[in-house]
């Protein structure tokens, strides 16, 4: 393989930046080239390529969103674009891909590989932490303690005026951001897709709450909670059966996905992206580069698609007795 191209593609998260950077620099260390592919899938349809030399990508390893920036292409799913996407690699020399991004990005890769054969290995990143195969996806670090840092602010107007907060955070279908920071940041109840406590139960312990004398309360939701209702419709409905509590509602939204990556995740990119070009080099396709037991792994793109991220459900226990 003589050159590699790199994409961003779905949802941007913290810590993409830090991955291109090792893609780049890993391909200029065993002396291949490497291409910039921009907005994903799309810029690959349209032929937006920039050359990038390890000096291209100074200064960024500590910078959040993707200098590359990100899509999610329509085009690439139809067998025209995908064509055209063909076409413009092969006439930029671009013999391999390395793609950044969560689990609709790697079936677009899946189906791109099947249909042209172009040796690809995937990247995960997503703040969501939804994709098999590694137990933290880039950005997921980041996104958490982005959101513990906001529900300990929440919590000093939430105490001031004795009030209940549901905040709502980001995960699509998972709970792993809910869960975690429910915990980190001492919320009375966590509200997950996983398991469905229902809504007597979050009355009961927010009574129990109010009884033990707690002068704020804080409900963390995963945007994908299957309870039934959304955050303000659970405000209401708190509201009418417990008229003691003060409601508020925080949807926290896509600053999740912003900031400088921490530490964790800079180390975590440099690792995937190194592992990444290697891979590739080895003559590898298909596999997504991930974290194991703190040991990089490659794990088949088609496990990581389809492969079922299990929550570790002894925190919502942890979680109980930590509002006793
Ligand atoms: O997958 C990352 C994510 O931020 C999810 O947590 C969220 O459901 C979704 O993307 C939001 O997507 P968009 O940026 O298209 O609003």
Not at 61 to 73: E, Q
């Amino acid at each position: 393989i003589k050159k590699i191209g790199v994409l961003t593609s779905g949802g941007d998260s913290p810590g993409m930046n830090a991955a291109i950077r090792s893609v780049v620099r890993a391909c200029a260390y065993y002396n291949v080239d490497c291409m910039g592919i921009y907005r994903g899938y799309q810029g690959m349809i349209e032929g937006d390529f920039k050359e990038m030399g390890p000096r291209s990508v100074h200064n960024i390893v500590n910078k959040g969103g993707t200098i590359l920036k990100s899509a999610r292409s329509k085009e690439f799913m139809t067998p025209e674009g995908r064509a055209k996407a063909f076409e413009n690699l092969k006439e930029a020399g671009i013999e391999a891909l390395v793609v950044i991004g969560g689990d609709g990005s790697f079936t677009g890769a899946e189906i791109f590989n099947r249909e042209y054969h172009v040796p690809v290995i995937g990247i995960p990143g997503t703040i969501d932490n939804d994709i098999y195969g590694t137990s933290h996806t880039l950005g997921y670090d980041t996104a958490l303690n982005t959101v513990v840092e906001v529900i300990d602010k929440i919590r000093d107007t939430a105490s001031s005026h004795n009030r209940l907060f549901f905040v709502e955070v980001m995960g699509r279908d998972a709970g792993h951001i809910a869960l975690n920071t429910g915990i980190g940041a001492g919320a009375e109840e966590i509200l997950i897709p996983e398991e469905d406590l229902g809504l007597e139960r979050l009355l009961e312990s927010l009574r129990r709450s109010k009884l033990s004398g707690k002068s704020s309360s804080i409900v963390v939701v995963a945007e994908g909670d299957k309870i039934g209702k959304n955050v303000f419709e659970l405000k209401d409905y708190v509201e009418q059966n417990l008229p003691e509590y003060d409601v508020r509602v925080s949807v926290l939204g896509h600053m999740q996905r912003g900031g400088s990556p921490s530490c964790f995740d800079r180390v975590l990119a440099s690792r995937l992206g190194v592992k990444a070009v290697e891979s590739l080099l080895e003559g590898k396709s298909n596999y997504m580069v991930g974290l194991m037991n703190d040991k990089v792994n490659l794990t088949p793109l088609e496990q990581a698609i389809k492969g079922h991220t299990e929550i570790d459900l002894e925190l919502l226990r942890v979680s109980d007795i930590m509002t006793t």
